[in-house]
């Protein structure tokens, strides 16, 4: 299939063009949003089941439980090899796990397993059927091959066709330009976004063309179900033709947002994009999110500008129309509003009303549009939002301050009201990358935070890991992660593992668990099997879907169906990338 260059030229039934002059009215008081939908919109998760070859005569089974399962559920497993007759493999109901390991596996024939409730009380919540074909090598991971020797940037992860199942909008190839003046250079190509189901199935690719530079902050896109259908449409940053300055940068013609449609790529409506700003470095920093403001429908946020002016504008996908919610800005907001953005966008509901806010770095926007709070401090190179202390009551946000600080700039705040609950009390430089915050040791109780410096005058640059509850745990001295460590949960404890360098180890021991890791990991979620996560890597011309086999001792609700942890993986596919969070601490 030739690739389809974008060419958008006749805007489809939408909204108004939202310009900087509508946005400088000031920030009036606002109205609750009231949706589309009727109930909150959920995907539809099937088993999630995977059946996986350890080793000769043994293959790994894995299910989801899902949260409308009784808590009294068990599972039976059966296999069936070839034509012959199915044979139930446990002899006692699965109760405690999601999990099970085939040891009597033969090493001839295809082999066909399924998961099923135990009992007659409850006729439904089968799994499909997944086959190991004969032969079929020993390895960690599961893979399908690309349109191309290329690596791709990005995944979105989401149900196209709604059948339950994850698939992948990726963005290709993996090359990022930053527009500071000192990053920036023109851009050698164009970007290439392109679908596939699941297993592999090509869906389509379209090239985003000339007028979006080849970085990540030109080039947002979200895959998700905005409209409630049950099946995922890709929302994206879009312009037309190639309006490149002599030097290659973009700085005029047209800009959307648009909206595709998951299965085809077809355009099924756009709206104008917020205006750029005064300067170029400015102006080309914009993300996308989808928060639940009503608390049923996922709307959809449009966001331009980071470390200056800042604007944010509400959608509602429905009935093939975008719809403005309402906008905001910071800048009759004071100055202690600007510049408070961050690289990544959490979408969560920090003050128990039921409904989304938006965390815009280190200031937080309400339900309604209206500011909720800012800390002042300024960019947060990393910031992370959950129930991180179980001691606090509701969720805090973790932050790691870019700006220089003679105190704070690692910090932990409440996440309604942004007072700070502890901070470092020493001076800082230049915080820098996304830093970690996950529970990886269990000798504290809730999530460590951990960060670090890019640039000190000391020997060793400064690093900080803290416990929940400000507890200073490390230094340099004896811990170093470097600035960007990842965190999956893998193995059967209740505590994530540290990812770095495609080695998987066991903080608290330092055990390492595997070190086959191939590839550029690109996002950690929990795709299927059960709550442990996969790690998605780009190796050339080849997605991989790297997974756990190791027993677990316990079993959770699937990971996707946390509404904190689900936004924060669809988030993956725009800004810089950080573990996602959960609503609740498994201690």
């Not at 909204?15 to 009231?34: D, F, I, M, R, Y």
């Not at 190839?173 to 990053?183: A, C, L, R, T, V």
């Not at 800005?329 to 202690?336: D, F, L, P, V, Y």
């Amino acid at each position: 299939m030739k690739k389809i260059t974008i060419l958008l030229i006749v805007a489809l039934a939408g909204c108004a063009p939202l310009s900087h002059q509508q946005n400088s009215t000031g920030n009036t008081e606002k109205k609750a949003v009231h949706g589309y939908a009727k109930k909150r919109v959920v995907e539809k998760l099937d088993r999630g089941l995977i059946a996986m070859p350890i080793e000769p005569g043994k293959v790994y089974v894995s299910w989801r439980l899902l949260k409308n399962d009784p808590d009294d559920i068990a599972f039976d497993v059966f296999r069936a090899r070839d034509a012959e007759s199915p044979v139930k493999l446990n002899k006692a109901p699965i109760v405690t796990t999601t999990d099970f390991v085939d040891s009597s596996a033969p090493a001839d024939g295809n082999l066909a397993y399924w998961v099923h409730p135990s009992g007659k009380r409850i006729s439904s919540g089968s799994s499909g059927r997944v086959e190991v074909k004969a032969g079929t090598p020993v390895r960690p991971y599961f893979s399908f091959p690309l349109q191309g020797n290329y690596t791709f940037q990005k995944a979105g992860i989401a149900d196209l066709n709604g059948d339950g199942q994850y698939d992948f909008v990726v963005k290709q190839p993996n090359e990022n330009i930053d527009p500071y003046e000192k990053y920036w250079k023109p851009s050698p190509n164009t970007y290439t976004l392109e679908a596939y189901l699941h297993d592999g199935t090509f869906l389509w690719h379209k090239d985003l063309g000339w007028s979006i530079e080849r970085g990540i902050w030109y080039s947002p896109y979200l895959v998700f179900d905005f409209d409630g259908d049950g099946k995922a449409e890709v929302a994206v940053k879009t312009g037309e033709g190639d309006p490149r300055d002599p030097d290659g940068r973009v700085q005029s013609g047209p800009e959307y947002l648009s909206i595709w449609d998951g299965m085809t790529g077809e355009e099924k409506a756009r709206t104008p994009w917020l205006d750029r700003l005064p300067r170029y470095n400015f102006s080309s920093r914009n993300q996308l999110g989808v928060a639940f403001l009503d608390g049923k429908t996922p709307c959809l946020m449009m966001a331009r500008g980071t470390y200056s002016e800042m604007y944010l504008t509400a959608y509602q996908y429905h009935k093939g129309e975008l719809k403005v919610l309402w906008n905001w800005s910071n800048i009759h907001e004071g100055k202690e509003s600007r510049g408070q953005g961050a690289h990544f966008m959490h979408c969560a509901d920090v003050d128990a009303d039921g409904r989304d806010e938006i965390i815009l770095g280190s200031c937080v926007i309400d339900d309604t549009g209206a500011q909720l709070w800012t800390t002042g401090l300024g960019h947060p190179d990393h910031c992370y939002v959950g129930d991180i202390d179980p001691a606090h009551p509701g969720l805090e946000i973790y932050y790691g301050i870019e700006r220089s600080h003679v105190k704070n700039s690692v910090c932990l705040v409440d996440a309604m009201t942004g007072k700070i609950l502890w901070g470092i009390q020493e001076p800082t430089i230049h915080v820098h990358s996304s830093g970690l915050c996950s529970d990886f040791d269990g000798r504290h109780p809730g999530m460590e935070c951990y960060s670090g410096e890019k640039e000190t005058p000391k020997e060793k640059p400064k690093r900080w890991l803290h416990a929940a509850n400000g507890t200073l745990l490390a230094t340099e001295q004896t811990c170093d992660m470097g600035l960007s460590p990842r965190a999956v949960f893998w193995d059967a404890d209740p505590q994530r593992e540290i990812l770095k360098g495609g080695c998987i180890s066991d903080f608290e021991t330092g055990n390492i668990l595997t070190n086959q890791v191939e590839g550029a990991d690109v996002a950690w979620a929990d795709l299927g099997g059960d709550w442990r996560e996969e790690i998605i890597t780009s190796v050339p011309g080849e997605l991989r879907i790297y997974l756990s086999t190791s027993p677990a001792q316990n079993r959770r609700i699937c990971l996707m169906q946390d509404p904190i942890y689900r936004v924060d993986v669809a988030h993956l596919s725009m800004g810089y990338p950080q573990p996602p969070m959960t609503t609740k601490n498994f201690q």
